[in-house]
């Protein structure tokens, strides 16, 4: 079955580059996701890439993408405090009217 | 826009007691998504509607859970019976249903079964 994967906790310092990595199996995907969960709320959708790009740059965030090897990461510059959060990696094939399949999250925590 | 709307927020019963969750889609999307989140299993799809008819509910754990989604503005999760492993947050989300459209998530409801 589909499966993504995420290492589960990332520390950085304020003001370095944070990179979140993924890895996913469904070589379907068509729609890649990065959702951003802060203590105790939803999620909130940071940005997503489809499978035909390589890049996406979004003010502080760039999303890389390599098809080959299903692999899949989020950067985020110039890294805040206000960016402590767990963030998600999610695929669909179709996205608008099929589930998302979710990573297990990465715990970003930033050191002042 | 209010965004997804769910109720209530925080949800506290004892085993054995019947629980509704209850969430409201954005005006106009088609497609409505029931996810769970627990600790060990993170998130995972229980149901999905997609023009109020039920998709794909092979994410339902078991018989005590049931979903409806009456008309476009409404849709309910049920427990029933509740137990104290069903204690997660229920998460409801929404889209339009077109091919590439975001799935937009609710504040989720927070559930405790003692």
């Known amino acids: 079955g589909e499966d993504v994967e995420q290492s589960l906790f990332l520390s950085v310092r304020e003001g370095d580059s944070s990179v979140i990595n993924c890895t996913y199996t469904d070589s379907s995907s068509t729609y890649l996701y990065w959702y951003k969960q802060e203590p105790g709320a939803g999620l909130q959708l940071l940005t997503y890439?489809?499978?035909?790009?390589d890049m996406k740059q979004d003010q502080r965030l760039t999303v890389l993408l390599n098809k080959k090897d299903k692999h899949l990461s989020l950067r985020i510059a110039d890294t805040q405090t206000g960016d402590s959060a767990i963030y998600f990696c999610?695929?669909?094939?179709?996205?608008?009217?099929?589930?998302?399949?979710f990573g297990k999250g990465t715990r970003l925590s930033v050191i002042a | 826009d209010a965004g997804v709307i769910q109720s209530p927020r925080h949800e506290v019963t004892e085993m054995g007691q019947e629980v509704t969750l209850r969430c409201k889609p954005i005006s106009g999307h088609n497609s409505l998504f029931w996810y769970r989140q627990t600790m060990m299993r993170g998130l995972e799809l229980l149901i999905y509607?997609?023009?109020?008819?039920?998709?794909?509910d092979s994410g339902m754990p078991e018989d005590r859970f049931s979903a409806k989604m009456p008309n476009a503005s409404f849709s309910t999760l049920k427990i029933q019976p509740s137990e104290p492993r069903d204690s997660a947050v229920y998460f409801c989300?929404?889209?339009?249903?077109?091919?590439?459209?975001?799935?937009?998530f609710g504040p989720g409801t927070r559930l405790t079964v003692l």
């Open positions: 989300a929404s889209s339009l249903g077109t091919s590439g459209s975001t799935q937009y």
């Open positions: 890439i489809f499978s035909n790009m």
């Open positions: 509607f997609n023009n109020n008819v039920p998709i794909d």
């Open positions: 999610a695929e669909s094939s179709n996205s608008g009217n099929t589930p998302l399949v």
